[in-house]
């Protein structure tokens, strides 16, 4: 057979593309944000104030993201693995994690709960939770 000849699982490997692709965008961009950038600016010599003023409008639309991303991510996951038994499987476990964390992140820096440091925790809690997700297998390439 070619390689070019169409199979019955070529959307099992779109899915895992795009699990793949979600995944590094939001699991990398929390970390690369936190990690990289922040302390990037502030040894390049911002104020304290600026960088603060940045974090404050670039986290909030990268939890957003990162949320959005694992529902993306959840709905591959049904579609691979089919919605019965979805609940046992630690992907799904974390991805539900995810998107509680990043409720909490944006509620939590829209003002509804006033703790500075629960947006700190639930950050870092979704970026904990992506490194754990890095380290699952992608739907549809499980080993049976």
């Not at 169409?6 to 895992?16: E, H, N, W």
């Not at 944000?33 to 990268?62: Q, S, T, W, Y």
């Amino acid at each position: 057979m070619s390689r070019f000849d169409t199979s019955d699982s070529r959307p099992l490997r779109a899915a895992g593309i795009t699990w793949l692709l979600a995944q590094t965008f939001w699991v990398g961009g929390l970390w690369l944000l936190h990690f990289v950038v922040f302390p990037a600016l502030e040894k390049v010599g911002l104020a304290p104030l600026l960088i603060d003023e940045i974090a404050n409008g670039l986290r909030p639309l990268l939890v957003g993201f990162a949320a959005f991303c694992a529902v993306m991510q959840a709905v591959v996951l049904v579609l691979a693995q089919g919605a019965r038994g979805i609940w046992r499987d630690t992907r799904s476990q974390l991805l539900l994690a995810v998107v509680l964390l990043a409720a909490g992140h944006l509620a939590s820096s829209a003002g509804w709960m006033g703790s500075a440091y629960w947006q700190v925790f639930s950050y870092l809690a979704m970026a904990v939770c992506g490194l754990l997700l890095v380290l699952q297998p992608v739907p549809g390439r499980e080993q049976r």
